[in-house]
Every structure is written in structure tokens, then in C-alpha cells.
């Protein structure tokens, strides 16, 4: 597409934009805001030189590039200095969940393969295969990141039928034998077989205590961390006991269903590790000395200190260290508050594998300053 001409008092907009970055901004790493006419912050960037990025912004090509289209919307540029691009990121993802901006979707595109499970907040919560938390799914509780969702989706579905508990979306209708009037209650499920054949135990025509649900979700909890094999074992005896009355068909059907709760098990056992290993201490070099250290534990800073130069900051470093790192690992699930970090901690290590040599074992981090 040929680049577009534009009218001459935006194109005078644009350059005294332009002559405001280029006198103005800095080769170093920070954050920059795109903000429109009327106020509203419609782009946040990052970069490890906002000057030579915010300049390429005027090179591109209108309308081909997504730059041009950006910048064309901005009456005002503004930015701010970070110490490094590690800073400079995080602070990029603040900004981006204060503002929400509009034009900031090619960053939840990047993520868009991860899925995560999700146990639903409210009135009898379900399992629930989600792309990360989005603007409407905030609450509940997260395990993940998983890289893509088909499998998981068949196992988590194996999971409620194993433990009764509901799949659909009816989230606002559902109420309990022990909650409700019985005038209240509809007399049928709408349009869905699984409380009738036994796999549900039916919140949505009030047949369960709230107790009862609340037990079987326990248990998804608890096999979901780790803690139990019980929806494993029970699906075992009964593959057994059909075997045993020689209904072949029946235990071969239940042998699929436990290796698929036995799959998912093992992808929770592998994600526990991965997201566990994600705990140290992490020295990163700032921009003209601002050094920081941030103390990662289960891929999220828990915090940050500057580099420590007295023996007061050190001491404060390392009560912080044992007060972030103290106890043993924690369960497997991600408050939803988490996630926007925690994938943005997996990215960042997993597309710069040299940033690992920068870390450190709690321990041996503290270990190596008390032996000096
Ligand atoms: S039986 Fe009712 S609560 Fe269970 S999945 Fe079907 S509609 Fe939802």
C-alpha cells in the first residue's frame, strides 16, 4: 500500500512531536505513554532506548505500519526512565493494567497460546480452560501457564465428571438444596443430560447441599495441587471391579478416563516444578549504576531492592530475603492478581536464557555475602 499523505496540520502535529523526542528523550531504558486529544493514554511502550524507539514512530509508514497508525492518534508523548529493560517491562505492565489502553492488544496476542485452568469465583464454582485473565474474568484461582488447551480441556472435563461438579455456563442460576425455596427451583436442568445420567450433581435445579459441592471442589483443589489421588483411585477400583463382571467395554472406557486424569496430573506435577524453579534472587545491571536486586519467588517480584552499599541495606536485604523466601513451597495455585506477572517473568526468562546466569539461590545469595 503506498504511504498516505497527510493533512498539513496533523503532519505539523506530528513534527513538533517529533522535534519534542528528538531534542528531549534519552537513549535509555523506560516507559512511554501515547496519549490522545482528549487525555486518554492509548499506547504503553517499553524500550531499552525510548529515544531510537520513539523515533522509528515517525519513520513508519502510513498505514501499513502499526507505528504510524499509533502515533498518528497521539497529541502527546510522554515517558519516564527505568534503571534497565527488566524495570522498564515491569513497569510497562503496570501501566498497561492502570490504563488498559486500546491499542495494546498485540501484547495479549503474544500469550495467546497459554492457557490457564481456571476454578470459576460465586455460587458453585466450575473448571473452566481460560487464555489468561481477561478484562471480564477477574477473581477464581489459576493454575498455569500451560502451553496450548485441547488436552487439558478433555481432562478437566474428566475431572468434574469424576467429582460431579458442573461445566456450564449457567453461573448465575445456580443454588443449593440447602439454600433455596423449594418454589424456587426449577424442576429440570436446561438442556443438559449430565445431572440426569449421574455425571453432575445438579446445582442448577438445587439438588446438592452447598456442602456436598463444596467437598467434591475440595477435592478437585486438592488433586489439582498435588494432595490427593483420590478421583485417580476410585476411577482404578471401578475399571477393576468392571473387569472383574468381565464388562470389558465398560473398564476399557474407564481406563481412558483415568489416563486422562493421570495426564493431567503429571501436566500440574511438571508445572508445580517449573513454576517453583522460578524463585531466586535476581542481580540486574541498571543504567548508570541504578544495580537492583528483585527477590522472584513463583515467577512474581515479591520485592525490589536498590543494590545494598552500607551494612544497614544489606541487613535490610536480607530480612527481606528470609520473610519472602521463608517456608516451604506454596500451594500450586496463582491468585488471579498473579498471572499478568507470572507470564510476563516465564517470557522474559525463556526468550533470554543468559538473564538465569543472573540469579542466585536464596541461600547461597546470603551465604556468599556473610562469607565475605
Ligand atoms: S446438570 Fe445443570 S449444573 Fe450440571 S452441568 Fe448440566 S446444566 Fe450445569
Known amino acids: 500500500m503506498p504511504a498516505v ?10 513534527a513538533l512531536l517529533r522535534a519534542h523526542v528528538r531534542g528531549n528523550a534519552e537513549d535509555r531504558p523506560g516507559v512511554y505513554r501515547m496519549i490522545t486529544e482528549t487525555g486518554e493514554v492509548a ?5 531499552k532506548r525510548v529515544r531510537t524507539r520513539l523515533m ?37 505492565l503496570r501501566l498497561i493494567k492502570a490504563f488498559r489502553p486500546r491499542l495494546n492488544v498485540a501484547q495479549k496476542r503474544d500469550a495467546r497460546h497459554l492457557a490457564f485452568v481456571r476454578i470459576t469465583p460465586g455460587r458453585a464454582p466450575r473448571l473452566a480452560v481460560v487464555r489468561g485473565p481477561g478484562a471480564g474474568e477477574r477473581g477464581g484461582t489459576y493454575y498455569g501457564p500451560f502451553n496450548g488447551a485441547g488436552h487439558l480441556r478433555e481432562a478437566l472435563r474428566e475431572l468434574s465428571t469424576a467429582l460431579g461438579l458442573r461445566d456450564c455456563t449457567l453461573d448465575g442460576k445456580m443454588r443449593f ?27 442448577c435445579v438445587g439438588a ?49 478416563k483415568k489416563a486422562k486424569l493421570e495426564s493431567l496430573q503429571e501436566r500440574f506435577s511438571r508445572l508445580r516444578f517449573a513454576v517453583e524453579s522460578l524463585s531466586f534472587v535476581y542481580l540486574v545491571p541498571g543504567h548508570a549504576g541504578e544495580d537492583r ?22 541487613a535490610a536485604l536480607a530480612s527481606s530475603i528470609h520473610a519472602v523466601f521463608r517456608g516451604g ?8 492478581h498473579e498471572v499478568d506477572e507470572l507470564l510476563l517473568l516465564t517470557s522474559w526468562f525463556s526468550t533470554r536464557a543468559e538473564e538465569l546466569d543472573a540469579t542466585v539461590p536464596p541461600a547461597s545469595f546470603l551465604a556468599g555475602h556473610d562469607a565475605r
Open 329 to 336: 513451597p506454596l500451594p500450586g495455585a496463582i491468585p488471579s
Open 208 to 256: 446438592p447441599t452447598a456442602r456436598a459441592y463444596n467437598q467434591q471442589l475440595r477435592e478437585a483443589r486438592a488433586f489439582l495441587e498435588g494432595a490427593t489421588e483420590g478421583p485417580i483411585v476410585r476411577l482404578d477400583v471401578a475399571m477393576q471391579a468392571a473387569s472383574a463382571e468381565w464388562q470389558f467395554e465398560r473398564a476399557a472406557v474407564l481406563r481412558d
Open 43 to 47: 499506547y504503553v511502550g517499553k524500550s
Open 5 to 14: 499523505a497527510l493533512p498539513s496540520a496533523e503532519a505539523e502535529r506530528l
Open 177 to 203: 438444596a440447602d439454600q433455596v425455596e423449594l418454589l424456587d427451583v426449577p424442576l429440570r436442568t436446561p438442556g443438559c443430560l449430565r445431572y440426569e445420567i449421574g455425571t453432575c450433581l445438579g446445582p
Open 293 to 314: 536486586i528483585y527477590l522472584v519467588r513463583r515467577g512474581v517480584v515479591r520485592a525490589e531492592h536498590a543494590a545494598p552499599d552500607t551494612p544497614e541495606a544489606w
Open 56 to 92: 522509528s514512530y515517525f519513520r513508519a509508514e502510513y498505514p501499513k505500519e502499526k507505528a504510524a497508525r499509533i502515533v498518528r492518534e497521539a497529541e502527546a508523548i510522554e515517558w519516564e526512565y527505568q534503571p534497565s529493560e527488566f524495570a522498564a517491562l515491569r513497569e510497562e
